[in-house]
């Protein structure tokens, strides 16, 4: 089975990891393979009874290896991932949470708590400004005070607990790029809801500073990787 999935081959690793989970039923890895082979034929956008049938063959199995040992941090990833994948965000989320507080150094969890926070400001956002007229690159903030409370109300919490978790996963990698690229996101979000164009644009500058900062980590990480390209 091992082998099968190794090689990408994972209608045939789930046979023989089924088999190896019906000779023993208490084998703990067999059953996190199964669900892993399960999942790795899940296909994230695709529609068809046989993905969402994959997805929940993953799911289950997921579920049952999480029941038999609470603290499975690689399977709590991988079930936060295909709920992220699904755009279940509140449940992504809901595992994501419980993933960095048993393993408080997953800066990928804290990165795509991140992502969940921005994806599930940005839309509303977006409509909102359309409604009112506001082409996406107008500058801000929302010019209609009701609006804009009401945006405010809902998605700035989860804009700043947004931010907070990716400064988390910065503290553990500091040339994180793609966090950095998200707290500019996340700063553009937080200036359309601010209450002044001062406070707008404040919050402008920040996101301009985090999209220099991240093209300048490209930049180092690039160099630093060109010389091992060479050899």
């Not at 400001?121 to 359309?130: D, G, L, N, Y």
């Amino acid at each position: 089975g091992v082998l099968a999935f190794k090689n990408g081959i994972y209608p045939v690793a789930v046979e023989h990891f089924k088999t190896a989970v019906a000779l023993d039923p208490t084998y703990p890895v067999a059953k996190e393979y199964l669900a892993m082979a399960y999942y790795m034929q899940y296909v994230p956008g695709a529609i068809s009874e046989e993905n969402e049938r994959m997805a929940k063959m993953a799911e289950d199995g997921f579920m049952q290896v999480l029941s038999e040992d609470p603290n499975n941090a690689v399977t709590m990833a991988y079930l936060a991932q295909l709920k992220f994948h699904q755009k279940k965000l509140d449940e992504a989320e809901t595992w994501y949470r419980k993933l960095v507080s048993i393993d408080p150094n997953n800066k990928s969890a804290y990165y795509t708590l991140g992502v969940i926070a921005w994806t599930k400001s940005f839309t509303p956002r977006m409509e909102k400004r359309a409604e009112l007229g506001m082409r996406p690159d107008d500058p801000g903030p929302i010019k209609d005070k009701k609006a804009r409370e009401e945006l405010k109300a809902k998605y700035l919490p989860v804009i700043e607990a947004g931010l907070q978790d990716l400064n988390k996963a910065l503290a553990l990698d500091k040339e994180y790029d793609d966090a950095m690229s998200y707290m500019n996101l996340l700063y553009r979000e937080r200036a359309d809801l601010a209450d002044t164009p001062a406070a707008y644009k404040s919050d402008v500058e920040v996101a301009d500073q985090w999209i220099d900062k991240t093209m300048a980590t490209k930049k180092i990480k690039a160099a630093r990787e060109a010389p091992k390209s060479a050899m």
